[in-house]
């Protein structure tokens, strides 16, 4: 029997291969971080920053989060993920992947925060959310600041209450669970491909241990292959078969040999981990957190747009690419394709006829988009403050109302909105696109 077979992660029996536990760091500045550690794919704890926030305090109230977000719907899935299911009768590493009819596959139930507040504590309810956050957590959040300076659109002025410096965020997640005892919520042995997450800690512990794909991916098997050591970049997110608290070595041998690095987030810390970083975590107690994340397609710029980095600040000064409606608002890419045309016109606006246009060819592009037209013309109407006919690059770029019509046309090309139906779980079979739905017993 190998040593180490069906332990858990971080048992004695690995430490032969243990990296040792990240940096831990009291302050990171925007030139160490671009240059040492997002492309060294370093991950590190900002130790103490959290208890910044106002939710290092509030958010350990289940009254406060129940009066103020309470309204909100969240996203909830089982403590302890599995997403085995996604390969059932698959065919991978060899051989045919077998499920029996009590395999649980992944669920996720969509219901009101403060309906689970009412029922998260009891033992025999294991679910936690993890969620788009709401905007109104945002003032709440106070974001580390070490990934200023971002390159942006010479038109796009940052946000208001912030500036060029600021960094644009990608999308925003919010966690909360009760593992009550000696229990805990897990995930599977994962990596995100697009985004670099900064994750901050309000209560509760986190164990996180961390691989290095780059390094080695030929001792640490994959369910869908979707990483290339030779570019280093990867096709998707992807998860290990492995379980990561019964680490069955007679059949990944190899993995035992995997060097892992470990890190424990606790209530009052932030954590920067890369994009790419195989990852699992165990989070203990009543955890609630919070996560902000940027697209690894960002580029740093040493001249900071011109300006200097500020303090830290709330999330909600950020501009996000994806907000918690339940769908995505497209924010980037839209106002800098609007904003080189506004540049190349005569006094540097975009007139309406060109926007029209360019609206026009996006409805048609998503096979159609009811009230195309009339979305489009509120739209400019809110841009257009003087009512000249034309609108400024600058505005592009803080029009709420562009991203919001944008990310209804994203929505009507991927086929309409997703089943959200409030207290209703949803079994999801990802790779052969089905789903199963039924009412939650509350």
Known sequence: VPKGHLKPLGHSDFDDSWGGEVDV?????????????????KPFILKGFAKRSPAFTKWRDDAYLEEHFGQFKAKTEPKNEDRLTDYCNQVRFGQRIKCSRDTIPYVESYMRIGKFLQRYRDPSFDKYIVTQMPDAMGEDFIVPNF??????????????????????????????SYNGGNNFSSSVIHYDNMNQQIMCQFDGKKEWFMWDLARDLDKIPLWSDMYRVHTD????????????????????????????????LEAGDCLYTPALLLHYVRSYGRNAAAMTMFQSSEVYDPTCGGTQPGDPLPLSKYD???????????????????????????????????????????????????????RAEETFKAMDADGDGTVEAARLFRCRELRILFKDIV????????????DTEMARYDLKGAQQTRQMEL
Not at 238 to 252: F, S
Not at 358 to 364: E, G, S, V
Not at 411 to 422: F, H, N, R, Y
């Open 233 to 264: 970049k990867a096709d998707g997110s992807d998860d290990a078969p492995i379980d990561g608290e019964r680490v069955d070595l007679a059949r990944w041998p190899k993995f035992r040999d995997a060097r892992w690095q470990n890190a424990t």
């Open 147 to 176: 990934h200023s300076c971002a390159q942006r659109h010479a038109a796009d002025p940052g946000p208001v209450g912030g500036g060029r410096w600021v960094t644009q965020m990608y999308e925003n997640n919010f966690w909360l």
């Open 320 to 374: 996000v690419m994806w907000y918690q409606d339940g769908l995505p608002e497209l924010g980037g890419q839209v106002p800098l394709a609007l904003a080189t045309q506004a540049q190349k016109a005569p006094a540097g606006k975009l007139p309406r006829k060109t926007f029209m246009e360019f609206m026009k060819r996006a409805a048609k592009g998503v096979g159609g988009f009811k009230r195309w037209k009339d």
């Open 25 to 41: 760091v009291e302050d990171m500045d925007p030139r160490t971080f671009w240059t040492e550690y997002l492309p060294k794919r």
């Open 411 to 422: 929505v009507t090309a991927e086929g309409g909105p997703p089943e959200q139906d409030e």
